[in-house]
């Protein structure tokens, strides 16, 4: 490091000389002019050039210098070599694919090259674009050409289309199903050539300013099927074991009960084939349609149980038990998992050809133990008869009697309803019955409806079951009060269109009731039997009120014979009438009360008679007596 140290006492400065003064202003002059001449060559070559590409300015070799704008594009566009004439072969194995470059976009980028001609001397500044333009005069600017290799869209549209159209995807192998017969379609290997490989190679391709055609090969991946011909022959083999006609038994039938037989057709249709747990290929045996087809026996399967009964003898009183029987139900959910077990079982290589269907058993509600177990106990515990005229109004007592004899015998399960028109047959002319009397609008009309004054037959089940202790359910008194029923009491029923009066009771005991009727010429009899509660029943007296007496009427009917007479409507006195009964247990406690409100309508009565007869003719008068010739006595002589 040298230093250079200076004495400590001040120096005055030493004048320059005058010469050399005179040489630097000289030197400094005379750079100035040359700065001034150069900047006005910038200058002039600047204005000359105008919007012009400044002399020496080229573009991959192409001069555009004095060129405007649209001139260079078109020079360019003519001596540049095309990059968009070629094409791009791709060997796929035997297949070729030929993609012009055309197609995947590739050119020039025509502009941007313009802009960086143009842009030489311009837009630097003054100083700037003069230098450059001074370098221009002396050296030429040559600019590369700018390449757009490819359109990304069409690159990856082509890629996609000539990937699927080389690609050979495998083929599965299948069983295919002609009714119950299996034949197997062999399986084959794919090639699959993927997009994204096609895309690369050719985005490397045609990266460059190479204009030449490229060839490219590429190699497509072999692709083994998933399901090659040997499982699907395994799967036949299988499926062939499954189908075969199969029976369906019930444990117990009946031996006029036939067995249900699933055809061999089908259970081929239940056959299926796909994966299935670890196997990518195996016969399948669809479970929805078995189920279905196991549901579709339930109707030929199920069975209700029936009940228990009491029967009665001929005599009269009871008779012996009549046996139950236990109901079924088709257990669908077990028996489809047996069955699919089964078929299973048959296509490992079991040959069975019947199985078993599973039931549940059902008990009736009344077993032949509980029968056994009441009928010695049974008694009589309550009876009612009701007597009547046989007649046109009652079909001759035909419109009593056979309700009575259908419901004959009639057991009641505890806790179990009884209904009057639940309990006896259709009311139909063939079996029996007859035009009676019906009630309408207050009136009485002789024969006015079929079964007419099967009323008497559920008053007088009524009327024992009231008897009986029974919880009590519907009942309607008639229109107007009928002397031949207990007052308050009676329960008429009704069916007419949608119209419904029923009488009903329940058997609220803990035992069977059986049923005894009785009819006959003039009376009907309800028995209730069964085992003795130890209930006692009370019924009130009626308590009447609201009294209105009828009248008779006579009224002239003029189609009646004169002077006879017709009774066609009793009286009937109007009045209203409350019945309670009290029902108490063994011990005593109070378990049914029922009271019973009857307004009974008044009714005046009708006798039609005939008009009155005619008044006798007059008595015609005699007839004058006259002279006839040759009647007068001779005169005398």
Not at 123 to 131: C, E, F, L, R
Not at 132 to 154: C, F, G, K, M, N
Not at 246 to 268: C, H, K, P, Q, S
Request: proline fraction near 6%.
């Amino acid at each position: 490091m040298t230093t250079i140290t200076l004495p400590r006492r001040f120096m005055r400065p030493v004048a320059t000389p005058p010469a050399r003064r005179s040489m630097i202003v000289g030197f400094i002059a005379t750079l100035a002019a040359g700065l001034v001449l150069l900047a006005g060559v910038s200058a002039a070559v600047g204005i000359s050039a105008g919007s012009a590409a400044l002399p020496g300015v080229s573009v991959g070799g192409v001069s555009i210098a004095g060129l405007d704008r649209a001139s260079a594009a078109e020079r360019l566009a003519d001596r540049l070599p095309s990059l968009s004439a070629g094409e791009a072969v791709i060997s796929v194995g035997d297949s070729e694919e030929v993609v012009a470059f055309a197609d995947l976009g590739r050119g020039y980028e025509m502009e941007a090259m313009l802009d960086a001609a143009f842009g030489v001397g311009r837009g630097a500044g003054p100083i700037g674009d003069g230098v450059e333009r001074l370098r221009t005069l002396a050296h030429a600017t040559s600019l590369p050409v700018i390449v757009h290799a490819y359109d990304a869209d069409a690159l990856a549209s082509i890629s996609i289309e000539i990937a699927e159209r080389v690609t050979h995807h495998p083929v599965e192998a299948a069983v295919l199903r002609d009714g119950t017969s299996f034949t197997v379609r062999p399986s084959e290997p794919g090639e699959v050539l993927e997009a994204s490989a096609v895309h690369a190679a050719l985005a490397a391709a045609v990266d460059s300013t190479d204009p030449s055609d490229v060839q490219l090969r590429l190699t497509s991946l072999s692709v083994p099927p998933i399901v090659d011909t040997a499982a699907a022959e395994l799967a036949a083999t299988a499926a062939e074991g499954i189908v075969a006609d199969l029976e369906l038994t019930i444990a117990g039938a009946a031996e006029e009960e036939e067995a249900f037989v699933i055809d061999a057709e089908t259970i081929a249709s239940w056959i299926t084939f796909g994966p299935q747990g670890t196997m990518d290929y195996t016969a399948r045996v669809d479970t929805a349609a078995v189920t279905s087809t196991v549901q579709a026996l339930a109707p030929d399967v199920d069975r209700d149980p029936v009940s228990a009964r009491i029967g009665i003898a001929a005599g009269g009183g009871l008779g012996g038990v009549i046996p139950g029987q236990d109901g079924r139900e088709l257990n669908v959910e077990v028996s489809v998992a047996g069955l699919l077990d089964g078929l299973a079982g048959r296509a490992g290589g079991s040959r069975f050809a019947t199985m078993g269907l599973t039931l549940n058993v059902i008990e009736p509600s009344f077993t032949t133990a509980q029968a056994a177990a009441a009928r010695p106990q049974m008694r009589m515990i309550s009876t009612w008869t009701t007597y009547f005229v046989p007649g046109e109004s009652n079909g001759y007592g035909n419109n009593i009697v056979i309700g009575a004899r259908d419901l004959d015998g009639r057991n009641l399960e505890p806790g179990e309803w009884f209904s009057f028109w639940g309990g006896i047959g259709p009311v139909t002319f063939e079996r029996g019955y007859q035009y009676g009397g019906v009630i309408i609008g207050g009136r009485s009309v002789p024969t006015g409806a079929i079964g007419g004054g099967i009323c008497s037959t559920s008053t007088t089940i009524f009327n024992a079951a009231l008897r009986a202790g029974l919880e009590m359910g519907a009942r309607a008194n008639h229109s107007y009060y009928i002397d031949r029923y207990p007052i308050g009491l009676d329960a008429t029923v009704l069916i007419s269109g949608s119209s419904v009066q029923d009488m009903t009771f329940r058997n609220d005991t803990e035992h069977p009731i059986v049923i005894r009727g009785f009819g006959g010429a003039g009376s009907v009899t309800f028995q209730l039997w069964s085992v003795p509660t130890g209930r006692t029943v009370t019924i009130t007296d009626p308590a009447t009120s609201n009294h209105r007496a009828a009248i008779d009427t006579t009224q002239v009917d003029p189609n009646m014979a004169p002077g006879t007479a017709k009774r066609v409507e009793f009286p009937h006195n109007g009045f209203n009438v409350t019945r309670t009964r009290y029902v108490y247990d063994a011990n005593g406690n109070e378990i049914h009360r029922n009271t019973y409100f009857s307004a009974y309508r008044t009714v005046n009565g009708v006798t039609l008679v005939g008009p009155p007869a005619p008044a006798p003719a007059a008595p015609e008068p005699p007839a004058e007596e006259t002279a006839t010739a040759g009647t007068e006595p001779a005169a005398a002589p």
